[in-house]
């Protein structure tokens, strides 16, 4: 696949989604309090490159699903992981003023409207995803929602920003700690997509254990690049505050190997991530990714 196959690709995936949740919020939302809608929507509408929720999609056609039904399961990712940001950014977290290039959504409307919001998200897309779980009668699909729980609850994204929280007074000590916090707190929602995308198809367990090595050489691809980019990138590219690792004198892949050896950290993750999909037909766009995350630049 070309990078131009794959920017047409995710495009028209992440469309798809936008389409749907602009859908949602204008009709299922509509019962929620004017105020909290218009925050939760605000966030959810900043956009992003939708990476998460393209990657169910692709997934799931991948192994022969159909997009129309995962779509419910892509916008509750996109939720979950846009209430996520809303809550990283809020003073008592990172304090982020901005996010996807625009102020943050506590900037906006406060901080008590802000934990709302992000409350509301959460629980709305569990509401989506289990509305069509219910509605579709498939196994798969039940299963993509347990995925998407378990990996964004207590065991999963949670547990990792709570292990980041804590280690900030005295900072991360060794790289063991470092690994268990971005295994959690970023390569678990990649996986969720990954896996739920997976189960959705109704995929067998032998490529399911493939994926799941896949997606965490991926995460671990992803936090490298973004701990290199928070050195070296463009601010305005990037629609975030940069350097705040380096100012709390935080301990990142870039701080620890270096800039050099993070980036050769990369392309091992990269090369172990496309070695994952060995024996799984049609992974074009799954390989694209990984290409496409090695040389990001936002």
């Given amino acids: 696949m070309t990078a131009g196959e794959y920017k047409k690709a995710s495009l028209r995936y992440k469309e798809l989604v936008e389409a749907e949740l602009d859908r949602i919020f204008r009709g299922p939302a509509r019962d929620v309090y004017p105020r909290l809608r218009e925050a939760m929507f605000y966030s959810i509408e900043a956009g992003g490159k939708r990476i998460r929720p393209c ?4 997934v799931c056609e991948m192994l022969g699903g159909d997009a129309a039904s995962a779509l419910p399961f892509a916008c509750g990712l996109e939720m979950i992981h846009t209430y996520s940001l809303i809550h990283d950014d809020l003073p008592c977290m990172d304090d982020d003023d901005m996010r996807r290039g625009r102020p943050s959504n506590h900037r906006v409307f406060g901080e008590a409207m802000a934990v709302l919001a992000g409350d509301g998200l959460l629980s709305f897309a569990f509401e989506t995803m289990l509305a069509a779980a219910l509605k579709s009668g498939s196994r798969g699909c039940l299963e993509a929602v347990s995925e998407i ?3 964004a609850g207590a ?12 280690c900030e007074g005295e ?3 060794t790289e063991e700690m470092l690994r268990f916090i971005h295994r959690h707190k970023t390569a678990d929602m990649l996986e969720a997509a990954v896996i ?16 799941r090595r896949y997606s965490e050489s991926m995460g671990l691809l992803f936090q490298i690049t973004d701990d290199i980019l928070d050195m070296t990138g463009d601010p ?11 100012e709390a004198d935080k301990l990142t892949y870039a701080v620890l190997l270096g800039l050099d050896g993070a980036r050769d950290a ?9 070695a994952a999909l060995d024996g799984i037909p049609d992974a074009d766009y799954l390989i694209a990714t990984v290409d496409n995350m090695l040389t990001r630049s936002n």
């Fill in 55 to 58: 990657l169910l999609l692709a």
């Fill in 149 to 151: 729980a378990d990996r």
């Fill in 155 to 166: 065991r999963g994204m949670v547990t990792g920003q709570a292990a980041d929280l804590e």
């Fill in 171 to 173: 900072g991360i000590k």
């Fill in 196 to 211: 739920s995308g997976a189960r959705i198809a109704g995929a067998d367990d032998g490529t399911v254990a493939k994926l």
């Fill in 236 to 246: 305005e590219l990037m629609g975030k505050t940069l350097g705040k690792d380096a």
């Fill in 266 to 274: 990369a392309r091992q993750a990269a090369e172990a991530a496309k």
